[in-house]
T-cell receptor, first 110, second 111 residues
Framework: GEDVEQSLFLSVREGDSSVINCTYT??????LYWYKQEPGAGLQLLTY?????DMKQDQRLTVLLNKKDKHLSLRIADTQTGDSAIYFC??????????FGKGTRLHILP | ETGVTQSPTHLIKTRGQQVTLRCSSQ?????VSWYQQALGQGPQFIFQ???????GRGNFPPRFSGLQFPNYSSELNVNALELDDSALYLC??????????FGPGTRLTVL
């Protein structure tokens, strides 16, 4: 079936690293994504990784992909108050559509 | 270059009514996808249009229908509204599936 799982809530101190985890279902997924949604706003594509890659780094963001375990993670270095948002993991499903998880709400502690 | 825009931003309807939501895709993007995001949930794929043809559909009933126009803008129509249709409706445009750009959404409330 189509199911992307992620924990619903994460609390991190400002300046620390945040790690958001996700498991996905379709081993043939071509792309895996991380989107950010701030209150009252649409989704912002943060980064995506092609399925034949293990890691992708983009400034403060690091994406790790473990295809064997169907596990994807997003690490945000030096977390700032502006990183407070809901983060969605998503996968392409049969290269036909994008399936999203329920989102992880990242809360930043001062 | 303008991004993806959607109208209206908010809408209130009653059960049984019909609604049309609109989306203008980002310049040059020929593919538009529609998603429904219920409160506290991730977006659920409704359908996708590519060059004016439906190009994939999620698990939504036929009362959810759409159109794409020659300028690649798109409409989502929902007939016979139900209370559970209350959600944020998101439109995303793209040239390829792997890079979709989302609009701010239309918040639909069905009373």
């Amino acid at each position: 079936g189509e199911d992307v799982e992620q924990s619903l809530f994460l609390s991190v101190r400002e300046g620390d690293s945040s790690v958001i985890n996700c498991t996905y279902t379709d081993s043939s997924s071509t792309y895996l994504y991380w989107y950010k949604q701030e209150p009252g706003a649409g989704l912002q594509l943060l980064t995506y990784i092609f399925s034949n890659m293990d890691m992708k780094q983009d400034q403060r963001l690091t994406v790790l992909l473990n295809k064997k375990d169907k596990h994807l993670s997003l690490r945000i270095a030096d977390t700032q108050t502006g990183d407070s948002a809901i983060y969605f993991c998503a996968e392409t499903f049969r290269d036909d559509k994008i399936i999203f998880g329920k989102g992880t709400r990242l809360h930043i502690l001062p | 270059e303008t991004g993806v825009t959607q109208s209206p931003t908010h809408l209130i309807k009653t059960r049984g009514q019909q609604v049309t939501l609109r989306c203008s895709s980002q310049s040059g993007h020929n593919t538009v996808s529609w998603y429904q995001q219920a409160l506290g949930q991730g977006p659920q794929f409704i359908f996708q249009y590519y060059r004016e043809e439906e190009n994939g559909r999620g698990n939504f009933p036929p009362r959810f229908s759409g159109l794409q126009f020659p300028n690649y803008s798109s409409e989502l129509n929902v007939n016979a509204l139900e209370l559970d249709d209350s959600a944020l409706y998101l439109c995303a445009s793209s040239l390829t599936l792997n890079e979709q750009f989302f609009g701010p959404g239309t918040r639909l409330t069905v009373l």
